[in-house]
Structure formats: structure tokens, C-alpha cells
């Protein structure tokens, strides 16, 4: 009788159902550790001024000698005014400009706006690789993943946001991995 060898179906449920609840608690504690390293590192990733909200400030990594480097970041806009992104600084560069990249004629190009950056009122803007960007010029040295840069962001109505560039490596098209410190 060799079915009396296989474990019954009954007992098969069950030990299903330990698995799925095993993984369940782990999934719940991998979840409360994540929520907790983003609560700790949340002044790093989020800082506001005014109406205006700065989340996730991160820089590109560059390669060595090279003078400009991009910055990104999310700008929400909670007011019920629009508000404008008219300058930025970067402990690291001498200079912070904003420009837009667009395809011209079939060609990524990319340019400096004068007037700033519009944050419509209720709004955001995403600053990000291939769109709107802060161009930080005449670097001092090498930006490296990891490194934190500290920076501001201005703006006509809400002033001046302090923010920390998170460095993510050399051509990441997003934010690196937010990991505890
Ligand atoms: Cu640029």
C-alpha cells in the first residue's frame, strides 16, 4: 500500500499553509525594516519649504575629469499658488543651471531656462535623466556613488530649500537603493 508512504492531502494543506505563513510574517518584517529605514532616512530624501516639497534629490556619479554632473529630484507643490524653481546650488559645483533636454530635429539637445522651471500650483515636476535637470558646472572633483551633496533649491515664492544629493552610480537612470547608513 504505498499510499500509506505519501503524506495524505490534509497533511499537505498544512504544511502549505505553514509555508504561506512563514512567508507572510517574513514578508510583514521585511516590510516594517523598510518603513523604518525610510522613516530614518526621511529628512535626507525629503525637505520642504513653504508649500513646496523637495523629495529624493540625487546626483550621477562622473567619470574622472569630467566638469559638469546632472541633479534630479521631485518638486510637489502642495499650494494653491504656482510657484517657479528659479535657481539651485551644489556644495561641489560652481555653479548650478537649469536646463531641459528635448529632441531637436532628431537630436538630443539640451538647454539652459532662463525663466526657471514652473511648478503649477497642486502640481510637481520631476527632474530626471532625459527631462528637466540641474546641470552642476565647474565641478571641484569627481562626484562618487554614495557621496552626499549638499545644495538648495530656490524658489520665487517658497525660498530656499536645503537638499542632499544622494550620488547614484555613473549613468543610473534612477535614484540608487535608499540603504541605511
Ligand atoms: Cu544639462
Do not use: C
Not at 507643490?77 to 556644495?91: E, F, I, K, P, Q
Amino acid at each position: 500500500m504505498t499510499t500509506f508512504l505519501r503524506p495524505s492531502a490534509a497533511v499537505r494543506a498544512a504544511r502549505l499553509r505553514t509555508l504561506f505563513h512563514d512567508l507572510e510574517s517574513r514578508l510583514a518584517v521585511a516590510a516594517f525594516a523598510g518603513a523604518l529605514a525610510l522613516f530614518a532616512l526621511q529628512p535626507a530624501f525629503s525637505q520642504e519649504a513653504g508649500a513646496i516639497r523637495v523629495e529624493q534629490p540625487w546626483a550621477r556619479a562622473t567619470p574622472p575629469g569630467a566638469k559638469v554632473a546632472g541633479g534630479f529630484a521631485v518638486v510637489v507643490n502642495g499650494g494653491a499658488a504656482a510657484d517657479r524653481l528659479v535657481s539651485a546650488t551644489a556644495a561641489i559645483a560652481g555653479r548650478v543651471e537649469i536646463h531641459e533636454m528635448a529632441v531637436t530635429n532628431g537630436v538630443m539637445t539640451m538647454r539652459p531656462l532662463p525663466d526657471g522651471l514652473p511648478v503649477p500650483a497642486g502640481g510637481e515636476v520631476a527632474l530626471k535623466p532625459g527631462s528637466y535637470h540641474l546641470m552642476m558646472m565647474d565641478l571641484a572633483g569627481p562626484l562618487k556613488a554614495g557621496d552626499r551633496v549638499a545644495g538648495t533649491l530656490v524658489f520665487e515664492k517658497a525660498g530656499t530649500v536645503p537638499v542632499e544629493f544622494v550620488v547614484a552610480p555613473i549613468g543610473a537612470k534612477a535614484p540608487a537603493e535608499h540603504t541605511p547608513q
